[in-house]
């Protein structure tokens, strides 16, 4: 997390002001130029707004003291759209129980590997549990067009190196995985084993989505009109995907973990906190209030300020020198 002297606003404040009250002088000075230093008045007032790092709420995290490395793996293929978590895709289970991870191992180190066709490391080890929480629940299936077919142990090799690298940095911190998935193997060739993962993972559960009566699935894709549509089988009618469970109870066996099937209206915390308690004290009432910032959002204006400041300079040089040519020549 990025943390400040309590100084600096004080001096970016004083700053600011100094520099916008010059701007105004030249603004009412500079008759002829009053465009130019207007342009830099605004350009002052959007960069001390953005060292201020504006932030709107992101709703409420809980904090704790749990030391310890936790891994959230999360199946992002077309199958997660499946409709039977009721009549919910899968995923808005994932994303739901990825809130209660996030809540039971508040203050813990947090990663999160999200995995399709290909796997991909979403969010690096962190504190920030809002950050977490806000990137699963952007979260989406991966697009059909796209899909090559899906191994369910593709994000093993990016796990054990993760695991691997957080363990040399932090060797006296327990290391929690959480594979979230349906079990659902479409690639090719068998799945890797994560037998050689195990002695890198103490704890952990692998949580199971999906029915054995399946459900059908919205097409995602790059078109707004073909998502609301459901993928086709090959065979004719709307593809049904159903969970694997034996599968996923290989995957929780290989780990050395335990499986469980998760569906609405199941409890995880209970679960959930024997697990946290065991490397420190989780405590679910006490929350701080998350920021989302919104910083970024004022550089768009600034770079659009900024070349324009840059053109009107460059115009400005070369009058210059066409002056200086002319007056050369006489």
Known sequence: MITFHPTLPVVVAVLGAAMLALCVWQLIVMRGRRLAWLRRSLLVVLAVAMAFRPAVPGGEVPTATIQARVFVVIDTSQSIAAEDWGSEPRLTGMQEDVVEIARAFAGADISVISFDSQPILRVPLTDDGSAVIEMVRALRPEIAQQSRGTSVAVAHDLLRTELERSEAAEPDSPAIVFYLGDGEHTAEE???????????????????????????????SFDPAAQEQYLQDPAGGDAISRIDEAQLGAIADQL?????????????????????AADGEANLDRTE??????????????????????????????????????EGAR
């Open 190 to 220: 068998p799945p890797q084993s994560f037998d050689d993962v195990a002695g890198l993972v103490d704890r952990g559960l692998v949580l199971g989505y999906g029915t054995e009566q399946g459900g059908r699935m919205r097409v995602s």
């Open 289 to 326: 209030e998350a920021r989302l910032e919104i910083a970024w959002v004022l550089g768009v204006p600034i770079a659009l300020l900024l070349a324009w400041e840059a053109l009107s300079l460059a115009r400005s040089l070369r009058a210059t020198r066409g002056i200086l040519r002319r």
């Open 256 to 276: 050395g973990i335990t499986y469980l099937h998760r569906g609405p209206g199941l409890p995880l915390a209970d679960a959930l906190g024997p697990m946290a």
